[in-house]
């Protein structure tokens, strides 16, 4: 008799759902009943346009959205979005259970890996940033991490994009300001690095992240971006954020229902202007104001995979958050933190997973951190990878040559797939004499020297001096203009 009952079920990946299908059921029909009912706030005069034309109620800016309409851009939007390299080769495909690695954006404080002081963010650090992320190898995309200070701070996310067009080949997802201009300068800038606005179409290096002003208030800015985004066919991160106990319920389940409401609206916007538009939602709701302190906190654990469960039921592709900490340090907390949000997020099938090395709530960032997490990441896709039970791996003949009581430390079979197993740049497994022999640093000095080295040493690929001089002028002509 077998070991195992005949049909019973085996996972192939250590993924889970904090939601049955009957309450992902549930949290959709309290959403229709919000979009029904209540409704949100529009203040886009061709979103309205559409959104009548389509059989919404529109009542001035107020607009309440049927069943019907809904679910029929439900069954229109991509299940997949697909971002290249700089190359033109896919890099991440944002579906199903693939997840994807990165850091954030614009955080206000640095913490300085050389002097472990807090201070400002300059544009420096941007630059640092983008380099380090471009020689992990774990991470797959990604943003400015660092907000600068010592530039026009009207123009700071022309310097942004500028700075990481022009030091990474992996994909960028990038903010824009409440400002029309911005976005229009960073579509400019990215046709310069790939040759034109059909190549940007067909292949797509670059990313949209657009926050809505609430989750039932989509301000005018935010709306045309997510229209022309769609009007170009180009995929969009669609952000009706919220923070539990102010612009949403305080509940986990109620703060779902708002985000949720906000991202199915956005999604009928995108369907509406062309229709099969790609379309990325914010993955996760229920994040809180903590009330003692008033302080958004990154870290708890309570909401975690939730929304995201809802929104693999309904198969849309997803952008989640992950490898925070509220430590204001990159200490104990921090690393626990990270790898605890780490791993939530990956087990409950988060697709693209931001905000790693975010210390403070989100206000601070550290280098230091940021390769650090580097590790957790590979750690946690060597555990998430797909079990080999290739011949090569069952090792048959070699477990009959060795034989019983023998030993396969000289056996070339050992030698061939010794480095096979992880290993981390900064993780430690030496022995104590080996550690001490090395100046017995802890896991943060370790960090530290790594991000030296990769400034030191690593050199991202250039851009052409013509290319790059395209990128740079249109930095330059919206300075002209400010």
């Not at 107020?62 to 033109?88: F, N, Q, W």
Request: aromatic content about 6%.
């Amino acid at each position: 008799m077998s070991a195992r009952r005949k049909g019973a079920a085996v996972r192939g990946a250590p993924y889970v759902s904090r939601l049955s299908a009957a309450q992902c059921e549930t949290l959709h029909e309290a959403t229709l009943h919000v979009l029904e009912k209540t409704g949100l706030s529009v203040d886009e005069p061709e979103a309205l346009d559409l959104l009548r034309k389509a059989g919404a109620h529109v009542d001035g800016d107020r607009v309440r959205m049927s069943r019907r309409l809904v679910e029929a851009a439900l069954e229109t939007v991509p299940r997949e979005v697909v971002l290249y390299d700089r190359s033109g080769k896919p890099a991440i495909r944002c579906s199903g259970y693939n997840t994807s690695f990165g850091p954030g954006s614009d955080c206000m404080y640095c913490i300085d890996h050389r002097t472990n002081e807090r201070r400002r963010a300059v544009l420096r650090d941007v630059v640092e940033a983008t380099v380090v992320v471009d020689a992990c190898e774990n991470y797959d995309f990604t943003m400015s991490v660092f907000s600068p200070g010592d530039v026009d701070a009207r123009l700071m996310d022309r310097y942004q994009m500028e700075a990481m067009l022009t030091n990474t080949g992996k994909p960028i997802v990038y903010v824009t300001l409440n400002d029309e201009r911005a976005h229009l300068d960073a579509m400019a800038m990215a046709e310069a690095v790939v040759g034109g606005p059909a190549a940007l179409e067909a292949k797509p290096m670059i990313i949209c992240y657009k926050n809505t002003l609430f989750p039932l208030v989509h301000n005018r800015e935010a709306v045309r971006t997510l229209l022309d985004m769609a009007g170009r066919n180009l995929p969009i991160i669609w952000s009706p954020v919220s923070t539990a106990g102010t612009v949403a319920p305080m509940t986990v389940a109620g703060s779902v229902v708002v985000v949720n409401a906000g991202v199915l609206a956005g999604v009928v916007m995108s369907q509406l202007k062309r229709e099969g538009a790609p379309f990325v939602a914010i993955g996760w709701a229920g994040e809180a104001m903590d009330m003692r302190t008033m302080v958004d906190t990154y870290s708890w654990p309570d909401h975690r995979g939730v929304y995201a469960s809802l929104l693999h039921w309904y198969d849309l592709p997803m952008w989640t958050l992950g490898g925070v900490s509220d430590s204001k340090l990159p200490d104990q907390q921090a690393a626990a933190e990270a790898a605890l949000t780490l791993m939530a997020d990956v087990l409950a099938g988060g697709q693209m997973i931001h905000d790693i090395g975010y210390l403070q709530s989100a206000y601070c960032g550290s280098l230091a951190e940021l390769v650090l997490c580097d590790d957790l990441v590979g750690w946690l896709k060597a555990f998430t990878a797909p079990v080999d039970l290739s011949d090569e791996a069952l090792a048959l003949d070699v477990i009959d040559e060795v034989g019983p009581g023998g030993l396969f430390l000289k056996h070339k079979h050992t030698r061939r797939h010794a480095r096979d197993r992880f290993f981390g740049a900064v993780f430690e497994h030496d022995t104590l004499q080996g550690w001490e022999a090395l100046g017995s640093k802890d896991a943060t000095a370790r960090a530290a020297e790594r991000v030296d080295r990769i400034l030191a040493d690593h050199r991202p690929e250039p851009l052409p001096d013509d290319v790059r001089a395209a990128v740079h002028a249109v930095v330059e002509q919206a300075r002209m203009g400010a």
